[in-house]
């Protein structure tokens, strides 16, 4: 971002994010706000707060929580600055935030997501780690299914046009995952007879190279790995700005593929 911030992010015991605020300055002030919202939020206060050793925690502490335990010892932390780990990889993703409203609105979806598929401190082997995240990805397809349903209903009752295309976009996802590329020549056939402009054109994209998309449908094998390849140099070049020349990004590639 061009001008300067600061972000403050709670996290309890097992590194599930509590709250995240990004204010304009570090001082006691931003801590003590920080801390009323914590309150207010979990509805008491902690028997003891970990910090980094800016003083300003301690001063807020001292105002709001007369009776409270500080630390601020080198490492005591470390939950908490192995928390902001995703988030910044996030951010080298997409260059960065342009403002410290769209940063505020970024961590407030991201960590209330992620919080749902960190596993518990107690269970840290693979396979109890792996049935947790099939459970909250369970989890998650349902509360979206449960939110999007009432929105699409209400969209399709008065639009004719919406529902023929979600109609036809069900049936072209259901073609794909049974793999049944016999009942793509009757989908091509009714998203022509649809005459929107957009469909139409995709259908005679489909209908064009129709033993191609057959063949992807039905057959194991598919050219999945070369594109991965592709999207990972494409990713490095954004990351490097385009300053890189082909001997450069050759051996960014080699490096990262020996990593794998």
Known sequence: MAESTG???AVDQDGYVLDEIVQSRRNTKAARR????LLRKQ????KRMITDKLRSYGAARRQLMAHGEHRSHKGLNNRAENSHVPLRKRERVMQGFRSPDSLQRFVSIFSAVRNLFVPPRISRFAFQIH?????AMAEWKNQITASINPFANKVTTPSTV??????LAMRFNGILRSRNSEALDEWIDDAIDTELTAIMRFASVLRRDIDAVKNAIELPWSNGQAEGQINRLKMLKRAMYGRAGP??????MLLLNHRN
């Open 43 to 46: 509805g008491m206060a902690p």
């Open 131 to 135: 049935l947790h995240r099939l459970g």
């Open 162 to 167: 919406f529902a023929i295309m979600r109609d």
């Open 247 to 252: 001997e450069l990004m050759r051996a960014r």
């Open 7 to 9: 972000y403050g992010r």
């Open 34 to 37: 920080l801390l009323k919202r």
